[in-house]
C-alpha cells in the first residue's frame, strides 16, 4: 500500500489518540487534527481549484462550511442544555428521576428505559444529535457519572440512527442509488436485528449497573433488546424506513414497563408529572406533527436559508424543521405551560449562551477537519484505499466504511451521501450484490455515530463536562469497534 492512504489517515489518527488515548479534549485534539490536514491540504492533497479559486479561497470556503456546520450544531446544544439547565433549577428532572425510578425497579432498568427506549424515540423522531442531549441529562440525573451517562446515550441511540429522524438516512441512500428504500430497509434491519442485542448490553455495562446483578442486568438487556428489535425489524421489512426506530421505540418501551413491573404500574400521584414533562411532551409533538403529517411537514421544510461560494463550497438548513428550533419552542412553550416569565425563559437562554464558548471552538475545530478532509479527498483516498488493497474480503470493512463516514461528518445521512455510490460500485466490481453492501454502509453510518467527535462534544456541553470528551470516547471506542466486526462477519458471511 502507498503512503497517501496512510497520510490520509494521520489527522483522524491525531484526533484518536489525543482523546483515547491522552484524554485531550476535543478542542485540542481537533485543532491538532486539523494542523495536520492543513499541511497535507497544501502538500500532497492539494485543495482542488479552478479558474477564479486560487488555495487561499478554497481554504476560506471549507472554513466558512465548517462555521456554518458548527451554527447549526450548536442551535440543538443551546437549546438542550437551556432545557437541561431549566429543568434542574425547577425540581422537574428530580421528579421526573421519581417517577422513572418507580416505574422501573432497578438502576439497570432505569439505564434502558432512558439510555434505550427514550434516546430511540427521540432518534426516530428527531435524529441529529437531539436523543443525546435529552437522554444524557436524565441518566445524569439518576446518580450516572456524566461522562458515563453521555456514554451510556450514545450507545442506546446508536442501533437506531440507520432509521433516524423518521428514515432520514435510507431515504438519502436510495435516492442516489435509485434502489427502492424498503428494499434497502429490510437487509440494513435485518443485520441490526441479528446483532442488537451488542449494543443493549453495552448500554447496560456501560452504566455500571450489571455488577448490581449480572444475571439480571443481562436478563433485562436482551428483553429490551428483542422488544425494540422485533417490531424495527418487522416494520422495516413490511413498510419501510420511515418507523422502525420510532415506533420500535415506542411499542418496546411500553412492552419493556409492563414486564419490568409485572404488569402492575405504581401510583405516580403527587410528582406533578404533568408539568414536569410539559417541555417534552411539547417537543415531542412538534416532532410527530413535523414528521408524520404530510401538509405540516411541507410547511415546515418550505423556508430554506442557503449559501453557496464559487460553485463549490456551501451549506444549507430548513430552520422551521430543525431540532433546534423545536427544542426552544418547546423549552418557551413549557416554561409558559409551568408559569415562568418570558423575560425569566429568555434569560436563562442568554446566560446559557454564554457557557458555550469551549464546545463552540471544538465544534469548528472538528467540523473543519472534516470538510477539510473531504474537500482535499482525504477520506476518498481511504476508501479506495481500502477497496484496493482489501479485495475479496472487503465485505469484512465495509461497515467501517460507513462508520469513517459518520465519524469525520457526524451524520449517517452524511456518511451515505458520501458512500453509497462507492460501495454499490464497488460491490458489483466484486461480483456482489449492491444492496448487501448498501445495507451494510448504512449499519455502519449508523453505529458510527457513537464515537463521532461532535456528537460526543454536543453530549459533553449538555451535561456540562465540556473538556472532558476523552473519557467518553474511551467508553464508546470499543462497543463500536465489537459491532463493527460483528457486522463485517455477518456481510461477509452473507457475500459468500
Not at 418507580?102 to 423522531?125: Q, T, Y
Request: glycine residues 12%; hydrophobic residues 60%.
Amino acid at each position: 500500500m502507498s503512503l497517501r492512504p496512510w497520510l490520509a489517515a494521520s489527522p483522524i489518527l491525531v484526533v484518536l489518540v489525543l482523546m483515547a488515548g491522552f484524554g485531550r479534549s476535543a478542542a485540542v485534539a481537533g485543532a491538532a487534527g486539523l494542523a495536520v490536514a492543513i499541511g497535507l491540504a497544501v502538500g500532497p492533497f492539494a485543495l482542488p481549484t479552478a479558474p477564479g479559486l486560487w488555495a487561499g479561497k478554497a481554504v476560506l470556503g471549507v472554513t466558512l462550511e465548517g462555521f456554518f456546520l458548527a451554527a447549526t450544531v450548536l442551535a440543538i446544544v443551546w437549546p438542550a442544555l437551556t432545557l437541561h439547565r431549566w429543568q434542574t433549577e425547577t425540581g422537574a428532572t428530580e421528579r421526573i428521576c421519581a417517577a422513572l425510578a418507580r416505574l422501573a425497579p432497578d438502576a439497570a432498568a432505569r439505564a434502558l428505559l432512558v439510555g434505550w427506549f427514550f434516546a430511540l424515540f427521540i432518534e426516530g423522531a428527531a435524529g441529529f444529535g437531539t436523543p443525546v442531549a435529552l437522554a444524557a441529562p436524565l441518566l445524569a440525573g439518576f446518580g450516572l457519572d456524566p461522562a458515563r451517562a453521555v456514554a451510556v446515550a450514545l450507545i442506546g441511540h446508536s442501533v437506531g440512527v440507520s432509521f433516524g429522524a423518521v428514515g432520514t438516512p435510507v431515504l438519502a441512500q436510495a435516492e442516489l442509488v435509485s434502489i427502492n428504500e424498503r428494499v434497502l430497509a429490510g437487509p440494513t434491519a435485518f443485520i441490526h436485528g441479528l446483532l442488537g442485542p451488542i449494543l443493549a448490553f453495552a448500554t447496560v455495562l456501560r452504566s455500571g449497573r450489571v455488577r448490581e446483578g449480572t444475571a439480571r442486568g443481562v436478563a433485562l438487556a436482551m428483553l429490551a433488546a428483542v422488544l425494540f428489535l422485533t417490531p424495527s425489524v418487522l416494520l422495516a421489512h413490511g413498510i419501510g424506513p420511515e418507523l422502525p426506530t420510532l415506533v420500535g421505540a415506542l411499542a418496546g418501551g411500553a412492552m419493556f414497563t409492563l414486564v419490568v413491573t409485572c404488569f402492575r404500574l405504581p401510583s405516580l400521584a403527587g410528582l406533578r408529572l404533568g408539568s414536569a414533562l410539559a417541555p417534552y411532551l411539547v417537543l415531542i409533538g412538534l416532532v410527530l406533527v413535523t414528521r408524520l403529517v404530510p401538509p405540516v411537514r411541507a410547511l415546515a421544510e418550505a423556508p430554506v436559508i442557503s449559501w453557496r461560494l464559487w460553485g463549490r463550497f456551501g451549506g444549507s438548513v430548513r430552520p422551521l424543521f430543525h431540532p433546534g428550533t423545536l427544542l426552544a419552542v418547546a423549552f418557551f412553550a413549557g416554561g409558559l405551560w409551568r408559569g415562568a416569565r418570558f423575560g425569566v425563559l429568555a434569560r436563562t437562554m442568554g446566560s446559557t449562551a454564554l457557557s458555550l464558548g469551549r464546545v463552540a471552538a471544538a465544534l469548528v475545530a472538528m467540523l473543519v477537519l472534516a470538510r477539510l478532509m473531504l474537500h482535499a479527498g482525504m477520506v476518498t483516498a481511504l476508501a479506495e484505499a481500502a477497496i484496493g488493497g482489501i479485495g475479496p474480503l472487503y465485505p469484512l470493512f465495509a461497515p467501517a466504511v460507513g462508520a469513517l463516514g459518520s465519524f469525520v461528518t457526524g451524520s449517517a445521512t452524511a456518511s451515505n451521501i458520501l458512500f453509497s455510490a462507492l460501495q454499490a460500485t464497488t460491490a458489483e466490481g466484486l461480483g456482489l450484490p449492491p444492496v448487501l453492501l448498501l445495507a451494510a454502509q448504512g449499519v455502519g453510518a449508523g453505529v458510527g455515530n457513537m464515537i463521532c467527535p461532535h456528537n460526543i462534544v454536543a453530549g459533553a456541553a449538555t451535561v456540562g463536562i465540556a473538556g472532558e470528551e476523552g473519557a467518553i470516547l474511551r467508553a464508546t471506542l470499543l462497543p463500536c469497534l465489537t459491532y463493527l466486526t460483528a457486522a463485517g462477519s455477518v456481510v461477509f458471511f452473507l457475500a459468500s
